[in-house]
């Protein structure tokens, strides 16, 4: 694995946060899912499945897992479907770029009632050492139902770890919980709120 330079890191990050401002940024009132009301929506949706931005999302998450001595040992990533499944595929792809495999996996938000009635889909992980991620975060309330799944499927949670972190409480919430909560980009860098 070769690390990248601060240099590189940075402009991966202008670059994502360019494309953020340009395609996700939704300015109005809106009611967001955690009922809270916001001036503006962030659609990160319109980032992780974009051409241009979506390896920028893998290459930001993987160099915040480095950053914090995560991704040498690190099995897999993903989460509560839909918000995390790009983001953890992002992660897949541009870690095989890296030469650094990290697989990724899907949690339903109930288990299946046929075939194997799984939850967690993907790879096995149990025993396996995973971050649950999310591609933006207001309450930490999806992530932290992904992290519980995993939990139950076997999985050693090490950290959450957001695209985009809204700044209103969900990293406070998912430290409490015990867990460190990684954030590669908040509100602040796109000058909201």
């Known amino acids: 694995m070769t690390s990248r330079t601060p240099e590189q890191i940075a402009q991966t990050k202008s670059q994502l946060l360019a494309l953020i401002d340009e395609l996700a940024v939704v300015r109005g009132k809106v009611t ?6 916001a001036d503006y929506y962030l659609d990160l949706r319109r980032i992780t499945l974009d051409h241009r931005s979506a390896p920028l999302v893998g290459d930001v998450m993987l160099d915040l897992f480095e950053e914090h001595g995560l991704l040498n040992d690190l099995d897999a990533a993903g989460g509560l479907t839909m918000g995390a499944d790009p983001v953890g595929t992002a992660i897949m792809h541009a870690s095989v770029q890296r030469n650094t495999p990290v697989d990724a996996f899907v949690v339903r938000k109930q288990a299946k009632e ?20 999310e591609d933006t975060s207001t309450t930490g309330g999806s992530v932290l139902t992904a992290v519980e799944a995993l939990r139950e499927a076997g999985a050693n949670v090490v950290a959450v770890a957001v695209v985009m ?16 909560y990684l954030i590669a980009l908040s509100t602040a860098d796109l000058g909201l709120e």
């Open 165 to 180: 972190d809204r700044e209103t409480g969900a990293k406070e919430r998912v430290e409490a919980e015990g867990l460190p």
């Open 114 to 133: 046929h075939g194997m009635g799984r939850r967690v889909e993907g790879p096995d992980v149990k025993g396996k050492r995973v971050i649950a991620v």
């Open 32 to 37: 967001l899912s955690s009922g809270k009301e």
